[in-house]
């Protein structure tokens, strides 16, 4: 397990890496821009995208991960669907090649010709990403590869990513948009039950380099196994309650703005962008809970960020069927899991968290929302 937390930190980085180099030329963003459609349409958004940047960072991770680990090439899964279709109307696979010189020729293929901007995306793709460190001391997990399958959500936020508002983080405190709230999310799951169990956040563009200008990122990563619990983030320090603090979805259902107006505090009902950005202020504590009452995350949203949460002693329930329980406390039949299709579905939305969400740390706080919230959905 301490291996494949290395690698996953490392390709972590790696994705970053070119998610940063997909933002650095204007007019090469505006070519890698594509439209999801049919299946593949998240309902939740008038315009939702697909960018190469998104498809190559997936398949590069796929490629690296089933490399070192066979026993898990064909449980990778991403968000993206790997063809592409090109200026012909040509449908293209895309993959990583054995050689840069091999994945810029295809991706060539892709970009309309466009050399240039193919041997840039290729070279960031096979090129080896300063080392990522990580204390993995303790953790002796005894699970083995073939019993493990993956999350990507390549780039979460893709809006805020294409969007490309710069803004400057505030220490302790949540920003709602903007580049910060795109990340690289992979999560590890059990294949026989679906629990996450291991997790790993990059956050590419956490802050300028005040010398070269260059964006920077910062990565989180946590583990919880039998027992094992270990993260990146430290535990929540017992200190005095400030009252309960919620973060939400700005399209979020108005009985649930109403009803959360009445637990917090105005400063502490909040609003940001981004699935996988809600979840992590919930790991930092810059929110106590995270709340989504419609289907539109997907498994790839959540599972990296969930096996942290387990780490910290919270995690992330299905909000339908949290409400529908009558004991209180952490009854882990709510959790949400990473294994089984919805057979009901087509497309994108077989990986649907149906029922909505709750994101956690505390116990205490996630029974006070779902109390408020009974009778009200």
């Not at 049919?38 to 008038?46: A, E, I, L, S």
């Not at 990580?134 to 399958?149: H, I, M, R, Y």
């Not at 990473?338 to 939305?349: F, I, L, Q, V």
Request: glycine content about 10%; overall charge negative.
């Amino acid at each position: 397990m301490a291996d494949l937390l290395r690698l996953l930190l490392k390709v972590a980085e790696k994705a970053a890496n070119v998610a940063r180099v997909c933002r650095q030329e204007a007019p090469l963003f505006q070519l890698l821009v594509q439209e999801k459609t049919g299946d593949d349409k998240n309902k939740k958004f008038v315009q939702d995208f697909k960018t190469l940047a998104d498809v190559v960072i997936q398949e590069m991770i796929r490629h690296d991960v089933g490399t070192q680990f066979p026993d898990m090439a064909e449980f990778i899964h991403g968000e993206e669907s790997n063809k592409f279709e090109n200026g012909l109307g040509e449908s293209v696979i895309v993959t990583v090649c054995s050689t840069e010189e091999e994945t810029a020729a295809l991706l060539a293929t892709v970009l309309d010709g466009d050399h240039t901007a193919a041997s840039l995306l290729a070279k960031a793709i096979h090129q080896d990403p300063a080392t990522v460190e990580a204390n993995t001391d303790g953790l002796t997990v005894s699970l083995s590869p073939s019993e493990l399958g993956i999350w990507i959500d390549p780039i979460d936020a893709t809006s805020q990513y294409i969007q490309g508002r710069e803004k400057e983080l505030e220490e302790g405190r949540l920003s709602p948009s903007g580049l910060h709230c795109a990340l690289v999310l992979i999560g590890v799951y059990l294949r026989s039950t679906g629990e996450p169990i291991m997790g790993v956040i990059n956050q590419p563009f956490h802050h300028k380099d005040p010398a070269g200008g260059g964006w920077k990122g910062r990565h989180f990563w946590g583990v919880s196994w039998d027992g094992i619990n270990i993260c990146s983030v430290s535990q929540p320090k017992d200190g005095e309650d400030r009252g309960l603090s919620v973060v939400l979805s700005s399209s979020e259902k108005q009985v649930v703005k109403g009803v959360l107006a009445l637990l917090c505090s105005s400063d502490k009902l909040m609003y940001a962008s981004g699935a996988g950005y809600k979840i992590l202020c919930v790991i930092e504590g810059l929110a106590d809970v995270y709340i989504l009452s419609e289907g539109s995350t997907f498994k790839w949203d959540s599972c990296a960020p969930h096996a942290l949460l387990r780490a910290l002693g919270g995690g992330v329930v299905d909000l339908t069927k949290r409400l529908q329980m009558t004991s209180e406390g952490q009854d882990h039949t709510a959790e949400l899991t990473y294994h089984e299709p919805d057979t009901e579905c087509k497309g994108a939305d077989r990986w649907a968290n149906r029922g909505g969400l709750v994101a956690y740390r505390d116990c205490s706080k996630l029974n006070t929302v779902i109390a408020a919230l009974k009778g009200k959905l």
